[in-house]
């Protein structure tokens, strides 16, 4: 399905080469079917070089050859970009038109394009970048099944990716979209906590990664409820409920859960017009 489309991606910044690399790379879409671009000349070609495809400042032509436009600018240029493309008649082909503008939402997308156009909202993660994504993607009004099977099929390629009604997308922005941020911060922490008892820092920093890595796949593969895991680690008197009852004191589940609240409410925020 993939093969037989032609594909422009409009922002090929860190996401929007991620999904470049996962077309050609992974999903080995013939580069030539694929074309991107940035704002500043001087970074086309050597987004160019890195990524083997046709890079260039020109959004309209892109837009006129795709049968598929992803959107990956920063989500205030997304609806000028879009009125950009439509006064120049980019999308009178009918193109199917991928926005993953965190906080811009389908119905500003689709009163942007021409009537009849279909429109999917997707709000992908970082670690697209190394193949283990999480993408959700929402359906707009006049996209089809087969819209939407495309876009989670553009997506598999970096990692696993659902379908949700767009009512879930900001949450989804503060929990997965935003949440490497999170993780990263707690495998700092834990690698402080190693270094503090004297492991050697990088050391400490793979153990830690690698732990948050092993813990994510064994609830993924097991199915299992995390704190029925979690048990599983707890010997009665031992080491891990020690620390446990220390993250406890510290407010750890409802700095967390308050986390994502805080993020999802600074997402419904984004992309909103000014004033
Ligand atoms: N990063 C994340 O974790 C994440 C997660 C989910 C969704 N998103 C969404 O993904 C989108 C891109 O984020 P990002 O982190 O990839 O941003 P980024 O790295 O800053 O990339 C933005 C890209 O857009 C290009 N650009 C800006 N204006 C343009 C224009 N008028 N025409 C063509 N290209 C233009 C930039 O070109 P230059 O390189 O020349 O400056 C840059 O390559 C955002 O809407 C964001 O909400 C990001």
Redesign the pocket.
């Known amino acids: 399905m993939l093969h037989e489309r032609t594909y422009a991606i409009?922002?090929?910044?860190?996401?929007?080469?991620?999904v470049l690399r996962g077309l050609v790379t992974r999903a080995g879409v013939d580069p030539r079917r694929v074309v991107a671009?940035?704002?500043?000349?001087?970074?086309?070609e050597a987004?160019a070089t890195a990524l083997g495809v046709r890079v260039n400042?020109d959004?309209v032509s892109a837009a006129r050859t795709a049968d598929v436009i992803l959107?990956?600018?920063?989500?205030k240029?997304?609806m000028?970009?879009l009125e950009?493309l439509r006064e120049a008649g980019a999308l009178d082909h009918q193109p199917l038109v991928i926005?993953?503008?965190?906080?811009?939402t389908l119905a500003r997308i689709e009163a942007a394009l021409p009537p009849g156009a279909r429109a999917i909202r997707?709000?992908?993660?970082?670690p697209?970048v190394v193949g283990e994504g999480m993408t959700v993607l929402s359906r707009g009004q006049r996209a089809t099944n087969a819209d939407l099977e495309l876009g989670c099929a553009v997506f598999r390629n970096l990692g696993r990716a659902r379908v949700l009604d767009e009512e879930h997308l900001d949450t989804v922005?503060g929990l997965s979209?935003?949440g490497?941020?999170f993780i990263y911060l707690v495998i700092e922490a834990l690698s402080e906590g190693g270094v503090m008892m004297g492991l050697p820092r990088a050391v400490a920093v793979e153990l830690a990664a690698q732990t948050v890595a092993g813990a994510a796949r064994m609830v993924l593969e097991t199915g299992r409820h995390p704190a029925s895991l979690k048990d599983d680690v707890t010997t009665p008197a031992g080491c891990t409920v020690a620390g446990l009852m220390e993250m406890e004191d510290g407010k750890i589940r409802s700095v967390l859960a308050r986390t994502v609240q805080v993020s999802t409410l600074a997402a419904a925020g984004?992309?909103k017009p000014k004033g």
């Open positions: 409009l922002g090929a910044g860190t996401m929007g080469q991620a671009t940035v704002k500043h000349a001087d970074r086309a987004v400042t959004n959107l990956a600018t920063k989500p240029d997304v000028a970009l950009t926005s993953i503008a965190a906080g811009v997707a709000m992908p993660n970082t697209c922005t979209g935003s490497p941020a984004l992309g």
